[in-house]
């Protein structure tokens, strides 16, 4: 079973401000997803990342892929109240997901 | 319909009943799964269904937990003799390990809240 830590496990931040989260593995893997789930709803997918190194930019969220492919990072620009949720991560086809970082942006 | 669907959405029983919660994966979907979060905390693995091969139990909780997918299609997981310690979310999921651009992509129902009183 490959581990992901996630971390922060909380962080509450002003509308406006920058934030990065992280998840960790002392794993190799071949690729890696990271969802976000809102309250009362299933996770939905937010990106796959394949290549070590590999930056991948969705709007104002940023998605890198540590060059061993061990860690992966999401960086969110200007944060937004309609960002606010629980943003987890995960070996992709794997079944296991990290902890999660849960993200409060306030007005 | 075009996504996953569970049901009920909300359960309330009382500790000691016997529970049954449903999931139908999106059509041609071969990969189920169930996941338990808790309030507050992330997504625990529970049971892997893949096609016709043996599920992977390995996150079962204890053997009051059991889940069946019949005709490859619809899965029930079923607790049985509830503790108040079951209360959580019972989300499922399902991919499509076989399709040719197959990306590793869960796809998530909104989840069966159970409340054992």
């Known amino acids: 079973t490959q581990l992901l830590e996630q971390s922060p496990q909380f962080l509450s931040i002003q509308e406006g401000e920058n934030l990065t989260v992280y998840c960790n593995s002392s794993?190799?893997?071949?690729?890696l997803q990271w969802y976000r789930q809102e309250p009362g709803e299933g996770p939905v997918l937010l990106v796959t990342?394949?290549?070590?190194?590999e930056v991948k930019k969705l709007k104002r969220l940023t998605f890198q892929f540590g060059d061993a492919r061990k860690d992966s990072s999401l960086h969110i620009t200007a944060a937004q109240p309609g960002d606010t949720g629980l943003y987890l991560c995960a070996g992709a086809g794997d079944m296991r997901f990290g902890a999660g970082t849960r993200l409060t942006v306030k007005p | 319909g075009a996504g996953v669907s569970q049901s009920p959405s909300n359960k309330v029983t009382e500790k000691g009943k016997d529970v049954e919660l449903r999931c139908d994966p999106i059509s041609g979907h071969t990969a189920l799964y169930w996941y338990r979060q808790s309030l507050g905390q992330g997504l625990e693995f529970l049971i892997y269904?893949?096609?016709?091969?043996?599920?992977?139990k390995s996150g079962l909780p204890s053997d009051r937990f059991s889940a069946e997918r019949t005709g490859g299609s619809v899965s029930t997981l079923t607790i049985q003799r509830t503790q108040q310690e079951d209360s959580a979310v019972y989300l499922c999921a399902s991919s499509s390990p076989g399709a040719r651009l197959y990306t590793g992509e869960l796809f998530f129902g909104e989840g069966s809240r159970l409340t054992v009183l």
């Open positions: 990342v394949v290549t070590g190194g």
């Open positions: 794993s190799v893997f071949s690729s």
């Open positions: 269904f893949q096609g016709n091969s043996a599920p992977d």
